[in-house]
Structure formats: C-alpha cells, structure tokens
C-alpha cells in the first residue's frame, strides 16, 4: 500500500492501553476507525474503538483475523513476539516497521544503532555474566545502571551501581536476563523531540519539551525546554537522522540528556510517546493524529507550536486530584478511563496551557 | 443524582450522529464511558463509543433497557416522542431538561417562551389553514417564511412567501402540518452563542462566532464575529437569560440576527452546535467537553477564546476536497466517519487557526 488511506479505512493497532486510546481517537478525526488488538480485558482504548479483539500476543489464528480486517497494522505495545509480527506482516504494511521495533526492542541493538549513526550515547556494555559485569565496571566507572536488555519500561529491570560491591547484587536483579551496563551522564536536564517521518520520507519535528522524573515516571514535560538555538537544531536533526536511518513511518518520541559536551541521546521509542502529550492543547496537528497521518500515507500536519504547555502525568492517586484540577483556568484533563487505580499506574494527564503564542 | 458523576460512569447519548460521536470523544477524555442509543445501523458515535442500542425510539423495552445501563441521559437528537422520554426519565436524569426540550422542538412555544423572557424574535404568527397564514400575511407583511412547527432541520419544511399570491403554494407546501409564519428581519449578519450552564446553575458562553449559510445549511463560523462590546454583552446576557429561565443543564446554541434595532433571537438549540465546532481549536476546553462536564455535574470548563479561527463544513462532495486541505497549515480536519456521500449531508468540517492570541 503506497497510495493514501481513504477514510472508511480501518487501523489496526497492538495494545489498548491509554496510548492506542488517544491514537484511536486522532484516527476518528480523519474519519478512520480503528480495532484494538489487546491481551487484556477491558483495554481503555476499547471505550473509542470500533472494534476489540481480547486474544494473547501469542494467538497466531487471532492476529491473522485481526489483520485481515484491516488495512494497516501500527502499535502502541513494543514487544511483540518475532512469529507473531511475521504473521502480521505477510497479510498487512507494520508501520512504523520492524527495524524500528528490532532496534527499540533490545538496547544494545540500539545503542549501536546510535553510536554507528556518529550519535552520542551513554559509555555502555553488554553484560551477560557477572564477570563481565565486573570488567565493563572497570571501563565505565561508577555510579552506573544495570538494566535489561529487553522489556524495560518506566524504571523496570534496573539497577543502580554506586560503588564495585553492588555489582554481585545488581546481577542478581536481573534474573538472570541478558543486560546492559550504562554508565551515568552528568546531564543538566532532558528532554526530548516528537518526531514524524511520512511515507513521503519528509519529517517534522514539534519543539523539543522539557522532562522531569519522579521514581523513574515521567512526571512532567514543559515547552518550550530550555534550549539554546543551537542546541534546539541539534535536537531535531539527531531526531531527523534516526527516522531517515531507519526508513521510519510514524511518530517517535527521542529522549535527550542535555550536557555541556553536546546533546546525548538516551532513549528511542518506535511511537507516540508520554513526553507529547502535550501537543494536544498547544498544536493544530497532536502527535496521535501525526502518527495516523504517517502510517496512513497522508501528508505530515502542521505541529508548529502556538502555546506554552506544561503536562503533568496522573500517577496512581494523583488521580483524586480531578476535581480540584477540574476547577482549574487552562488546564485539560485526560483520563484513561482505567477502573483500577495501582501505585505508579498512568492514570491521566493534564496539560496546562499557560499562554497563547502570536 | 447530584453529586458529580465519577471517572468510570457512564453517559447514555440519544443520537449516533457527529454530534454523538464529538460527545463520546470528549467524555472519554474525562474518564467516561459512552452508550450510545440510535435507530439507524451503523452510526458515526458507535466507531468511538463503548456501547450502541440499536433500535427505534419508539421502542419502550430498548429505551428502559439503555437507561438501565447509564447513569445520565443527553442526546443529540430534539424528536425524541414523549413517551419514550416518560420512560427514560422514569429510570435516569435526562438533561438538558424535559422543557428545554419541549420549548425547542415547537417553533411557536419556542417564540412564546422567548418573547415572555421580554427578547425580541422576528414576527411570527401560528397558522393551521390557508385563511390563517392570509390573516397572518396582512398583519406581518411580505416576504415571509413559512415553516411547520416541528421537526424543521437544515431548511426542510420551509416555504418562502414573496408576494401574497404565493400564500396557497407555501400551504400546500407544509402537507397540512401545523405551520408557524415569520417576517423577514433586516439584517446585516447571523451570529451565534455557545452557551452552557452547569447543575449548579454557573452559566459560560464561549465568545459569539459569525455564520454564514449556504442554501440554508450552515457554510463557515468566523471568531471573532463582528459585534460592538455592547452587542457582545448583550448576546452573552440573551443566552444567559434563556438558560437560566429553562433551569438548563449542558450546552445551548442561541443563533441571534444583528440588526440596529438590537439582537434579535432567531432560534435556539438545546444541544451542542455546529456553529461551535471551533472550540475545539481555539479553546482549552470545546463544546463537547463542555457539555459533558454540565451534564455530569462536574464545574464548567475554561472556553475562553486563545485563537482566531474559521469553521468550515464539508457538506457533500466537500469531503473530496480532503486531500488538499490535509496539505493545509493551521487546518484541523475533523470528518464524521459517514460512508455514503448525499447531496447537502454534513460529512466533516475544518477550523482554521489564524493565529494564537496572547
């Protein structure tokens, strides 16, 4: 499929969590509708879909039907298995595609991806024995992580190394699994730039945000960052560069640290992303509604920015905040419609809205 | 019910149309989840809702069966018989209220109510026979309008009266329904108010947007409309007038001709509006959102004004135009998922942001 999907056209989107539920709702703007492929029962996204299908990763019959209804495949869930995006990808365009996945899926395959495209990276290592793990220690240093290598996700699977004795319990944390040593980058701030890339090859960045952590969660993103000029160009051409290695179709959000040595990257995510939420109260185009424009073959929207824009992450009870929030000037609520709340679960976001742009 | 409605309710919506399907979006940024309750098969809302009943509504069983399974009623749609309203109201809060309803679907109780409220709307006399509109002609003058009293949408059921000669064609023109006539105003330009007012009786308009109609369909709205500050509070005080009068609950269109001798009310609607599709460009919270945070009893929303803009509709074959228009700076395409094009169907609409406002 080269030619654009017409609206009527129906996506297809792996995982229904609150991402694939907003992607589900950009897809409905353009007049597309949308079925959820989802493990879990009651995935958020179902409320604003036209269809749900509950079925494991696994379920090769289930993900051949769910291709077949539709006319692209994209996803909001990284880490489906290999046979089970083979089968997918004989009936149906995956996009963002699975170079994208393969590098994001395993962050030595991406680090060298980084590093091979002249990009800085954090002094990394693969360790996949506590001797190793001791000897890449020697090399980087400490304070460093330890983190898996797969299936890392908002703190998970890490580590921290602060002096040589921690390494035999760093080790054990990972269960056994293949992992990586990064050692610790004095950065001043991160932040990180929404990137599109269109089946035309053309790219669009939004303005780069500015990202504070709590407890390895995002907690908020500010536009604009704190950026020189020089730096602002620097960001959105290490992002430009990424999506055109890759031949990337879609939205990827492109974490940042910003050091006195340069710009260094830190993480690639192969869709929407957390740090862009924000687009949806200070953009004409949001990055949900960019991402269905690339996979759908339509042109890239107009993601230039008109308002300055804090987003504050609901994180578990941060959740019984929304009716004082709900009183607030400039603040938009975005909930996920999860029934269940769990410490450190992404509940909603605000975005704050704190003044117009000439 | 008067305590607001809580995240993970939800909101049972008469109508499947566009308005539905914006409504159903919007409560699904607040937690809500969305059943939607309509005659026709496959409606636009039921692509981004959770639920659809699809069955008459004249259907007493469906209808109490929907009910039970919501925990508010509000709808798109104003020709709801009274009985299968009785039967709603029986089991759930509808709201807007049983009145707003009854005053806006008859065009001569509409007139009656608004010029009790001391408002000025155009002439207008009830007709039931031929005799009558000739009486009603001699008092109110040429040219004039005929409409029948219910039912009337988008120009249908109307007749123009030029010259009396006319009079027997226009009455033959209502196939014997109950009619209603009105003088022509003399009037620069239409413009329209976004009014809404919460359950604890806290009303907001959105700043009066400009129209423009084409054959008798709603062609663009224009932010800001050319009004004096005087006329400005005038049609903000008009709507608010009306809803409080109406103990209204959700969001009202007031459509208001400007005129030297004042603003005079041509009709309203109680509902979401198509000549307030441009909130959802320029302001923190639009229309739809709006509407849900009355109805749920939540506090209303911040509507003010950070953008100029232009509302566009795509009626028809407007909807091929949609390739260009996804290559257009500062335009928000917003198609309705409707598969088959008619001549003068509304099938999406655009805004235009001219610029931020500081």
Chains 1, 2 share one sequence.
Not at 83 to 99: F, K, T, V, Y
Not at 144 to 162: H, V, W
Request: proline share 5%.
């Amino acid at each position: 499929m080269t030619e654009p999907l017409r609206p009527g056209a129906t996506i297809g989107i792996l995982g229904g969590g609150q991402l694939g539920r907003m992607l589900s709702v950009a897809a409905s703007r353009l007049g597309f509708q949308c079925h959820i492929y989802e493990p879990g029962a009651a995935p958020p996204a179902g409320h604003v879909a036209a269809q749900v299908t509950t079925a494991p990763y696994e379920d090769l019959a289930a993900l051949r039907a769910f291709a077949q209804s539709v006319d692209v495949i994209t996803y909001e869930f990284e880490n489906v298995p290999t046979a089970s995006l083979d089968a997918l990808e004989a009936l149906r365009p995956i996009r963002p595609n699975r170079r994208a996945l393969a590098v994001s899926q395993e962050r030595v395959a991406e680090k060298d991806f980084l590093t091979g495209l002249g990009l800085q990276t954090a002094p990394y290592a693969r360790v996949t024995d506590l001797a190793a793990l001791e000897q890449a220690l020697e090399r980087i240093g400490t304070p460093a992580i330890l983190k898996t290598t797969r299936l890392g996700y908002d703190g998970k699977g890490q580590a921290r190394i602060m002096t040589s004795e921690d390494a035999p319990a760093a080790w054990e944390a990972m269960a056994g699994a293949e992992a990586v040593l990064e050692g610790f980058i004095d950065f001043s701030h991160e932040v990180s730039v929404i990137a599109a890339r269109g089946l035309d090859g053309s790219v669009a960045c939004y303005d780069p945000g500015e990202n504070v952590h709590r407890a390895g969660i995002l907690h908020t993103t500010t536009l604009p960052a704190r950026l020189s000029p020089g730096q602002r160009t620097d960001a959105v051409l290490i992002a430009a560069r990424i999506l055109n290695a890759l031949d990337y179709v879609g939205v990827m959000g492109v974490e940042l640290f910003v050091t006195p040595q340069g710009l260094i990257v830190n993480e690639i995510a192969p869709r929407v992303h957390n740090s862009g939420h924000w687009t949806q109260a200070g953009c004409a185009v949001d990055q949900f509604e960019q991402h269905i424009r690339a996979i759908a073959g339509w042109p890239l929207g107009d993601g230039s920015r008109y308002a300055d824009v804090v987003m504050e992450n609901l994180i578990g009870s941060d959740v019984d905040r929304v009716p004082g929030l709900s009183r607030e000037r400039n603040c938009q609520i975005h909930l996920y419609g999860k029934s269940e709340v769990k410490q450190g679960r992404k509940m909603g976001h605000v975005n704050r809205v704190i003044r117009g742009l000439t």
